[in-house]
Structures are given as structure tokens and as C-alpha cells.
């Protein structure tokens, strides 16, 4: 990957949990300590590859001390993006048939908020230190909202958007521009304003604004 220009700098390794103890009752096959390797070996081969996790609250006997090691493992790796699943029994598995669903709803929603708060914290740090930089970007297609059409439409009592029913959204401007949707070689969501030929080409964009889940930018010249 870190050789060839056609690779995208983007890894998806799923841990489920930074418990040592957790990870060896989900029959895992291997520890934290193993896994932080990997990782470490994987960016010091790319510095700007993008790693995305799997992580699942709320296994059976999971305790807070495990739920926070967890939590540990989430700002040592720094993911992009994690995915925060409830645990929940599947037939026919280890887990149905040994281990107790003893973990209540209630604690399981209260961890899966939480990691998800501190994987947001976590987000928006990854992607404000790409603020001000220069990407290469694959050019999707629109994007769903327009920030300037969005500035000038009509709005509900409670400041939502109102939308004529039948107009077409993304419609191409009269400077011939429209709201571009693309991503980064690391998959991170990007929009910018450009002329609609650009859809499915590559082009370089400067990061100019960073929220938890995208980036905004602009086309350089």
C-alpha cells in the first residue's frame, strides 16, 4: 500500500474492544498490545492513512474498567471513523450458548453514547489537522445540501429549510458552479463548490472548514 500511488490510504481493522480479558471471551486471538502494533506498524509506513474500527459495548460480564479500556484504545489509535455496536445474542453461537446477556439495555445505551461522543471528539481533532492542507480528491457526484441555496431558502418557525416540492436541488448556479461531493484517497467526505464536468475526475482541493463527520474546501486552481 505504501508503495503503490493506485492504493488508497485507508484500513478498516475492527478491534471490538480494548479489554484484554473481553477480547480473549470473544475468542479474538489477540491482545491490545498486539493490535496497537499493527496499527504503529501501519503508520509508520503511511503517516496519513485513515484507520477505521469496529468496537461493540456491553458483552457479556463487560465492566466499566473494560468499558474504559476501551475508551483507552479509542484515543490511542485515533480513529477516523468507528462503528459502536450494542451487543445483542445471535443463535448459534459461543457466546448464546456460554455466556450470560447480563449487561442491561439501559448500560449498553449508556456506552454506546459515550464512545460515540468520545469517537466524535476524536473526529473532529483528525479532521481539523487537515485544515489548510492539500488533498487529492475523487469527485462523487452533488452533494446533497447546498450551503448557498441553503442560506437564501425559506425557513419553518423552528429555522428548517423549506424546500419547494418538484425543484430540483444542486442545480447548476449562475457562475455555472454546484456543490460538489468527493473523497479523499483516506475516504474522507469532502465538498466543494466547481463545475459540474469535474464529477468523476480527480482533482486537488485546499481544506478549508472541519466538522466531526466532513471536510469543506475549495478547488485550487
Known amino acids: ?87 445483542s445474542p445471535r443463535p448459534n453461537t459461543v457466546a448464546i450458548r456460554r455466556d450470560a446477556d447480563d449487561v442491561s439495555d439501559d448500560v449498553k445505551r449508556r456506552r454506546n453514547n459515550e464512545m460515540l461522543r468520545v469517537q466524535q471528539e476524536i473526529a473532529l481533532q483528525h479532521h481539523e489537522a487537515m485544515v489548510g492542507t492539500r488533498v487529492q480528491v475523487l469527485v462523487e457526484g452533488a452533494a446533497k445540501l447546498d450551503p448557498k441555496e441553503q442560506e437564501s431558502a425559506p425557513r419553518d418557525d423552528d429555522g428548517t429549510v423549506l424546500y419547494a416540492l418538484g425543484k430540483k436541488k444542486n442545480a447548476v448556479r449562475d457562475d455555472g458552479t454546484v456543490r460538489l461531493a468527493a473523497r479523499t484517497r483516506g475516504d474522507h467526505i469532502v465538498a466543494f463548490d466547481g463545475p459540474a464536468s469535474l464529477m468523476g475526475t480527480l482533482v486537488d482541493v485546499e481544506v478549508t472548514r472541519a466538522t466531526p463527520l466532513s471536510l469543506q474546501a475549495r478547488l485550487v486552481p
Not at 33 to 49: C, F, H, N, S
Not at 55 to 81: C, H, N, W
Open 1 to 87: 500500500m505504501a508503495s503503490s500511488e493506485r492504493m488508497c490510504r485507508f484500513l478498516h481493522i475492527p478491534a471490538q474492544s480494548g479489554s484484554d480479558r473481553m477480547l480473549k471471551l470473544m475468542n479474538r486471538g489477540y491482545t491490545t498490545e498486539t493490535y496497537l502494533g499493527l496499527i504503529e506498524r501501519a503508520k509508520q509506513r503511511m503517516p496519513d492513512v485513515a484507520i477505521v474500527g469496529d468496537m461493540i459495548v456491553g458483552y457479556p460480564t463487560e465492566t466499566d474498567e473494560d468499558f474504559e479500556a476501551s475508551l483507552q484504545l479509542l484515543r490511542a489509535v485515533r480513529y477516523k471513523t468507528v462503528y459502536v455496536f450494542k451487543y
